[in-house]
């Protein structure tokens, strides 16, 4: 079936709307596409406004980064001809586990999507771009866009490489990169995609029915790194109006900045670690890796915490990344807007329902803490038994999270004006047996439930239309406070401020302490002792 008759069975369906821009050929900088109802009939969840919202699939934002391109900033895209079907899913980046065969892989996959309720091309509606977590894709349904469109939001998501793909450092890459941009940088390919696609958006997103100058970024765990990267990089001043960083921030000094989305190394060791992993390849040069199937450089794939010997993450190459996360902040070096900012309960070390002996549990907290402050922190989270010992474990993890981006708020509140307001998520979604686990809010902050395979219960759809609306009020806004769909009050979420308080989102709503005093003032000298990251 050709474009046209298919957009036509689609309009032929009933209860779909004429008016939106499914009947509508966009006109890009670049060529022509054409969208289609995101929606064929009534979702799941409670989507008032499902009739209009039309979705465009595919659309590229550069050309290919494989071949030659492999291993450098995004190559401009080459305008097309004729009218672009934007009804499947463009290819996806190479990534450790992209292995499904419901995708397409290949390196020429800096694409993305759109959801868009807007029955004009002028509505300047406001738009939020998401960057996916570790190993996804912008085409995983639990990334459907269609939820945050129903409350008036252009939403866009995208893909962007990875693991060796999108990190590979090496002063080969080095000397080609400084005689494109004048600095001595690599590795950050990645980083400069996420880059590359705002500002595609930012160009082109009007024709979809969006506010070019009204950009929220959100992202989590990797996609709240994407995120951070852009709230503070020079490279993408003026771009944005806010930022959702989702698994989020941490105090600087905190030691496991090393380990989660905030990991970066300093370009020395990031162009050794290519030196040794062309080697691993067999190969010395940079040439020849670019000459290699896209299948041996899988392996470079693995996010940080895997297993893999390799460790691809960002270059503090003061180009892309301004300086260290601490420097950025004293600095005031981030864009000065919102932030919405938080942690779910059970990630980043606690585990729901973990079992684990006092001798491990001990064993553990000796591995982390030493002399005088092993025993500080035994005495505030003490265990004499399996049960305490497992309350104590995943306590002091949950409360690290919920103290160290307490303290990220107050460092940036010291050389920005914009408010930040944090959480912590706690509602475990039904059929699992991880708790509040790492991702777990992503459904309910998307309003998308319809596209997960769960066993929904009818809070979990209460849930969903709470966090969605303080989402979409934070984009709207850049204050979450407001409504719900229903036109109720939410509860008053205030920004962070020195009062030792995060917002309570999940099982319950409204403030919450982030520890008792005792907690975090011990959590705070330790911090104190520790070099800044």
């Not at 709240?224 to 944005?240: E, Y």
């Not at 050389?415 to 059929?431: E, I, K, M, Q, S």
């Amino acid at each position: 079936m050709d474009k046209s008759l298919k957009l036509a069975a689609f309009l032929l369906l009933p209860g779909l709307s004429t008016a939106a821009l499914h009947s509508t050929v966009v006109e890009t900088k670049y060529g022509a596409v054409q969208g289609y109802p995101a929606f064929t009939s009534e979702p799941s969840s409670n989507l008032t406004h499902w009739r209009d919202i039309t979705t465009w699939k595919g659309i590229p934002f550069a050309a290919t980064t494989g071949g030659q391109n492999r291993f450098k900033e995004p190559q401009p895209l080459n305008p097309w001809n004729g009218t672009l079907d934007a009804s499947s899913w463009g290819s996806v980046c190479p990534t450790a586990t992209s292995g499904s065969n419901n995708y397409t892989i290949d390196e020429d996959c800096l694409n993305l999507n759109i959801w868009s309720p807007a029955n004009s091309t002028n509505a300047k509606l406001p738009v939020v771009m998401w960057s996916y977590p570790a190993g996804s894709t912008a085409a995983d349904g639990l990334f459907d866009g269609g939820g945050m469109a129903d409350k008036g939001i252009v939403y866009v998501n995208y893909n962007y490489r990875a693991g060796s793909f999108g990190w590979l450092s090496h002063p080969e890459l080095t000397t080609e990169f400084q005689q494109v941009s004048g600095s001595n940088s690599s590795g950050n390919w990645a980083m400069l995609d996420q880059f590359a696609a705002l500002k595609w958006i930012h160009e082109n997103i009007a024709a979809f029915g969006g506010d070019p100058e009204h950009i929220t970024v959100m992202g989590q765990s990797a996609g709240s790194a994407a995120t951070q990267h852009i709230l503070n990089s020079p490279l993408t001043k003026g771009l944005i109006a806010g930022a959702i960083i989702e698994s989020g921030v941490r105090d600087p000094q905190d030691p496991m900045c090393t380990s989660v989305a905030e990991n970066y190394i300093t370009l020395d060791d990031s162009e050794l670690q290519g030196i040794e992993y062309l080697a691993s390849l067999n190969v010395s040069t940079i040439a020849e890796a670019r000459e290699l199937p896209m299948e041996d450089l899988i392996s470079g794939t693995s996010p940080i915490g895997s297993s893999s010997q390799w460790s691809f993450t960002a270059t503090l190459d003061y180009y892309a990344m301004p300086d260290t996360y601490y420097n950025t902040l004293i600095k005031g070096l981030a864009h000065n807007v919102p932030v919405i900012t938080g942690n779910a309960k059970d990630e980043n070390g606690a585990t729901f329902n973990l079992s684990i002996t006092v001798s491990e549990y001990l064993a553990d907290m000796n591995e982390t803490f030493s002399g005088e402050w092993l025993d500080r922190f035994l005495e505030l989270y003490p265990a004499n038994d399996s049960i305490t010992a497992r309350g104590a474990y995943d306590s002091q993890w949950t409360e690290r999270s919920t103290v160290g981006t307490w303290m990220w708020a107050q460092l940036w509140s010291k050389a920005r004006t914009a408010p930040v307001y944090t959480y912590l998520w706690d509602h475990a979604p039904p059929g699992t047996d991880q708790g509040a686990y790492h991702e777990s809010e992503i459904n309910y902050v998307h309003n998308n439930l319809y596209d997960t395979d769960l066993p929904w219960e009818s809070v979990d759809y209460v849930i969903a239309d709470r966090m969605n609306s303080y989402w979409a009020n934070f984009i709207k806004t850049g204050d979450p406070n407001g409504v719900d769909s229903n036109g109720e009050r939410l509860v008053e979420w205030a920004a962070t401020d020195s009062s030792q308080v995060v917002q309570h989102l999940g099982d319950g709503w409204g403030e919450m302490p982030i520890a008792s005093k005792d907690k975090v003032n011990l959590f705070g000298e330790w911090f104190a002792t520790l070099p800044y990251y």
